[in-house]
Structure formats: structure tokens, C-alpha cells
């Protein structure tokens, strides 16, 4: 017997009732069209029995179509008799196969959120191991029901399909979407560059702090001109310290108090170093944004330091003479120096003693009686 060709297959499959895979390779071809009006004739004539016959002939078949699709509501096509179907009905008498095809439609129509939910079980059925990419970028009304289990399974390589992936990612999951799609993309091991990284800045600067140090260390500083000041904030510290660097670059041109402005989300990831350039750009940083800052780095700062960054507040040092970490602070200086800044502060090391380097960890005490 001579292997039958697509045609025939789908002829064959359709007298077994097999109507959908027919339609989803042949759509659009003149096949397709003759396999639509031969397969409505055959419904003409008794829907039911062929659909039963089919469910006995095609267990395979059978399985993916589930057991209760009323005769009579069996989908040959997304069209706006479904909205008229229960979830239920959806669930029953959908294929998810067929619904890929033509997913374009469901935006069109006025489905619940139910309905969508039993359409996105539906493709999740057709493609337990993940969607595939042409139905990853037409999901339309669909995306706010991804989950980040099922971002996990996709296959996102480019920094195209990231960027209008992140675009589409809307809805209550949209923050784990994002975080998903992220995830994904480096862990399939996309080249992180600085397009990809430019795309995330300008869709969704939070997830910045998503990708490690080495990999901020490629993106543009002038990107950060776009980025709200909020949305990085709460970035873990080696990211931080990373989007430091980038903010000093990138502001460079301010000074004063707008220079404090743009710097300020990045404050927590500055090295003492930093702090050090930061106090010659008369700042006059106020007290609140000085505790934030990081302990370690502002313990080896000196007292003319540490009044140049607080500039105009540096009166405010009084208040918190006895908190950390002003007083953590205090206590590592010279008294003498202290006492330059006019303010009453106690704890210094005395006047006389000697000031000696601790080594490794840096820390400073004072050892006995100098001369
Ligand atoms: C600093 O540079 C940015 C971008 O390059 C520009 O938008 C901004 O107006 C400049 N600001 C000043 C004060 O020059
Ligand atoms: C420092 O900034 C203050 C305002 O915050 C300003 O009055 C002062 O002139 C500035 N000093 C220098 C040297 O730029």
C-alpha cells in the first residue's frame, strides 16, 4: 500500500472524525478549505456518531478532547460562539493544538477571565514541555495567566524576543514574569549584552538587580538617566555596588544637590572610596541618607571627610552621637579632629595616643601613650 500523502491523511483521519490536526496543517491551503467543507458535510450528516467513532478509533485523539463536550459544541474554530460556552465546555470541547493556530482570535473576543483560564489549560495540555515560540508571542490576553513555571519552560534566546516578551508581561504576575523571563533568557544561555541589558533598563529597571555584577558592568551609564529613581533601591549589594559605578559615570555632569538626587538610590552600594570622591562635590548629604549608608564604608572616612558630605548638616552629627553609626564612627577618630568641627562631639581617641592600622580587617585603636 503506497503511504498516503497530507492530503489523504487528512481525508482518511477525517472519516475516522479526526478533524483538527487536519486543520492545523492544511489551514490556509486549498486542501484545508476542501478538508473544511468535506468535514462540514460529514457533520451534516451525524456529528455525534462520528465523534463518538472517532473517540473509539483515536484514543489519542480521544484523551486530548476529555470525556463531556456536549454533541453539537464540538469547536472547529475560535469564533464568537465560545464566549458563549461555560468554562467547562471549553475545557471539554477545546484543542489546544487548534486554539494555537488561532490564538490571533481570542484577543478579539470578549472572553472572562473563567473562559481564558480554561483556554490556557487547553494549550497547556498541547504542550506540556513548554509552548512553542510562535505561540509564546501571540498569547495576547492570555499572558497574565502565565505562570513562572510555565516562562520556565520557554526558550527565550534573543534579546528581541525578551524585549517584547517584558513588554507584554501584564496583569498581578507581571513583577514574577518579569523575573521569570530573566531567568530564563541567562539561564538558556543567551549572551547578556548591552542591548539585552538596555531593553530591561527601559521596560523594567528593577529586574536590573536580576543580573550579576559582571554583567552591569555592561550596561550604558546614560541609561540611568531614564531610570526611576525608585526602582532600584532595593537592589542586593554586589548589584549595587555595580550600579555605583554606572551612576557616577552617568551623572557626572551634575553637581550640588541633583547630583545627591540621581545618586541617592545607588548611596548603599558606595565603597569608602566612593564616599571619599562624593564628599568633594558639595553635596551636603542630610542625615537620614548618611545612616543609610553603608557602616563599613564610612568608618575609615576622616573628619573632614565625613564634613564634606554632610556639608550644611553636619550640625546633625550631634543628634545621633550615640548611634550606630555615627558613634561607631566617633570612636575611630582623633578627639582633636573631633573637636574641629565645633560640635561637643565625645569619644574620640584622646589627644596623645597613637593611631595604629589594625591590618587585614582594617579597623583602627588606639595604643598606648605617644612620647
Ligand atoms: C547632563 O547630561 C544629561 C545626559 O547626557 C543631560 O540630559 C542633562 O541635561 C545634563 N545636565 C546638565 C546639568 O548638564
Ligand atoms: C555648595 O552648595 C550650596 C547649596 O547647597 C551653595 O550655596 C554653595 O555655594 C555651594 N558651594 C560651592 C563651592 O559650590
Not at 61 to 86: F, N, T
Not at 178 to 190: K, N, P, Q, T
Request: proline share 7%; hydrophobic share 40%; net charge negative.
Amino acid at each position: 500500500m503506497a503511504l498516503p500523502t497530507p492530503t489523504g491523511l487528512c481525508l482518511l483521519l477525517l472519516s475516522l472524525g479526526c478533524v483538527i490536526p487536519c486543520e492545523v496543517h492544511a489551514a490556509g491551503t486549498r486542501q484545508g478549505v476542501l478538508a473544511r467543507r468535506l468535514r462540514s458535510d460529514f457533520r451534516d450528516l451525524k456529528p455525534s456518531a462520528v465523534y463518538r467513532k472517532a473517540r473509539q478509533a483515536q484514543p489519542q485523539q480521544a484523551r486530548q478532547e476529555e470525556p463531556g463536550c456536549p454533541p453539537g459544541k464540538e469547536v472547529q474554530e475560535v469564533d464568537e460562539m465560545l464566549v458563549l460556552y461555560s468554562d467547562a465546555e471549553l475545557q471539554a470541547c477545546v484543542d489546544g493544538t487548534l486554539l494555537a493556530t488561532q490564538l490571533d482570535r481570542v484577543d478579539a473576543l470578549p472572553f472572562t477571565y473563567g473562559q481564558l483560564a480554561s483556554l490556557k489549560r487547553k494549550l497547556d495540555q498541547a504542550y506540556p514541555d513548554g509552548y512553542p515560540n510562535d505561540v509564546i508571542q501571540r498569547l495576547g490576553s492570555l499572558f497574565p495567566l502565565v505562570t513562572p513555571e510555565d516562562i520556565g519552560k520557554w526558550d527565550v534566546k534573543s534579546a528581541e524576543m525578551l524585549e517584547s516578551l517584558l513588554r507584554a508581561t501584564k496583569g498581578p504576575n507581571s513583577e514574577a514574569q518579569v523575573a521569570a523571563l530573566i531567568a530564563r533568557y541567562v539561564a538558556g544561555g543567551a549572551q547578556v549584552d548591552e542591548g539585552a541589558l538596555g531593553t530591561v533598563a527601559t521596560i523594567h529597571p528593577a529586574s536590573l538587580c536580576l543580573f550579576s555584577p559582571e554583567q552591569l558592568s555592561l550596561l550604558q551609564p546614560r541609561l540611568l538617566w531614564e531610570v526611576d529613581p525608585g526602582a532600584l533601591k532595593d537592589c542586593p549589594l554586589p548589584q549595587k555596588e555595580a550600579l555605583y559605578s554606572k551612576a557616577q559615570l552617568a551623572f557626572q555632569n551634575l553637581s550640588g544637590p541633583s547630583y545627591l538626587e540621581r545618586m541617592r538610590p545607588y548611596l548603599g552600594g558606595a565603597t569608602t572610596e566612593q564616599l571619599r570622591v562624593l564628599s568633594q562635590k558639595n553635596i551636603s548629604m542630610d542625615m537620614a541618607t548618611f545612616k543609610e549608608l553603608r557602616r563599613e564604608a564610612i568608618l575609615p572616612l576622616t573628619v573632614a571627610e565625613v564634613r564634606g558630605l554632610l556639608g550644611q548638616n553636619v550640625g546633625n552629627l550631634k543628634a545621633e552621637e550615640w548611634h550606630s553609626p555615627v558613634w561607631d564612627w566617633i570612636v575611630q577618630q582623633r578627639q582633636e579632629d573631633l573637636d574641629t568641627l565645633g560640635l561637643g562631639l565625645q569619644g574620640g581617641i584622646p589627644n596623645g595616643y597613637l593611631l595604629l592600622e589594625l591590618g587585614d580587617r582594617g579597623a583602627r585603636g588606639a595604643y598606648g601613650r605617644h612620647g
